[in-house]
């Protein structure tokens, strides 16, 4: 198949399908992320792995669920994208070591600290507190997008 069929498949295709695969894309973006912001901390803990183990799954499932978007894809694309929602907001636990609104705080706590100055927090002496909540965002829309059947056009509000 060349690339110029390829393109004009993908385009035939309706738009929740590829709006789903772009997502399923923005995944494979993520794993390459953490994967290289993990390098250290993998030897360390098995909750680090959580986030690579489900971006592999979501990307070797999510492309096979793609191709039977019809049948039982978009299901099992919907069920991928909700376990992306837990590992966010699991992720954003671990990362600010269960203290979720102490890690807001302190993330709100940067603006009043003078620029150029690091307010007496080294960088990278912890994991970035909302980080995690990049897989939340990506599953949102997923659900979003394979929650319930359409035919691929914008509609308006209800009337």
């Known amino acids: 198949m060349t690339v110029r069929k390829a393109i004009l498949l993908f385009l035939a295709t309706d738009r929740d399908r590829r709006i789903a695969a772009f997502l399923v894309g923005g995944v494979a973006f993520l794993l390459l992320e953490v994967r290289f912001e993990h390098r250290e901390v993998l030897g360390e803990t098995w909750r680090s792995w959580i986030p690579l183990v489900y971006s592999g799954l979501t990307l070797a499932a999510g492309a096979f669920a793609l191709l039977r978007w019809h049948t039982w894809g978009r299901g099992a694309l919907g069920a991928l994208f909700a376990l992306g929602v837990a590992v966010g907001m699991v992720g954003f636990w671990f990362h600010t070591d269960g203290h979720l609104l ?43 997008v394979c929650a319930a059947p359409g035919d691929g056009a914008s509609t308006g509000p209800a009337e």
């Open 102 to 144: 102490g890690g807001i705080r302190d993330l709100l706590g940067a603006w009043r600290i003078p620029l150029g100055q690091d307010g007496g927090i080294k960088m990278g002496a912890r994991p970035p507190a909302l980080a995690p909540l990049a897989f939340s965002g990506l599953g949102t829309l997923g659900l979003m």
